[in-house]
């Protein structure tokens, strides 16, 4: 099998929701929990459409790589935005964005992250 680099970006992507995504479904409670210390609004719906949206981005990747690259850059980016919004109210929560697998503070660390996710999600969509 010969992959691209987008092909790559997607697969890598892909790998990353399906570990969140499973992981947040596993444990519906602490993931809402997770969204009302985010201060999101409806964290038990939140809790239950993000494992989804991340699960289906997932397949769009591999099926579909340049159509699943433009739905990762568009969920990354709102996760981004709520995890700038954390960042610059100075409050400490905790960054459980692959379920309960990772627990640290969201940070300017967690901003880059995102920020190198969303390049490979730009990456996959040129495929």
């Given at each position: 099998?010969?992959?691209?680099?987008?092909?790559?970006?997607?697969?890598?992507?892909?790998?990353?929701?399906?570990v969140a995504g499973l992981a947040k479904f596993r444990d519906p409670e602490s993931t809402a929990r997770e969204m009302r210390e985010l201060r999101l609004r409806?964290?038990?719906?939140?809790?239950?459409?993000?494992?989804?949206?991340?699960?289906?981005?997932?397949?769009a990747l591999i099926l579909r790589p340049s159509i699943g690259g433009i739905f990762a850059v568009a969920l990354l980016a709102a996760f981004t935005a709520v995890l700038v919004g954390v960042v610059r109210s100075g409050r400490e929560v905790s960054c459980r964005c692959f379920g309960g697998l990772t627990d640290t503070p969201v940070?300017?660390?967690?901003?880059?992250?995102?920020?190198?996710?969303?390049?490979?999600?730009?990456?996959?969509?040129?495929?």
């Open positions: 099998m010969n992959l691209t680099i987008a092909q790559m970006a997607g697969w890598i992507l892909a790998t990353l929701f399906v409806m964290p038990a719906v939140l809790a239950r459409l993000v494992p989804l949206a991340e699960l289906g981005t997932a397949a940070s300017n660390w967690t901003l880059g992250r995102n920020g190198a996710l969303i390049a490979l999600g730009l990456i996959a969509a040129l495929a």
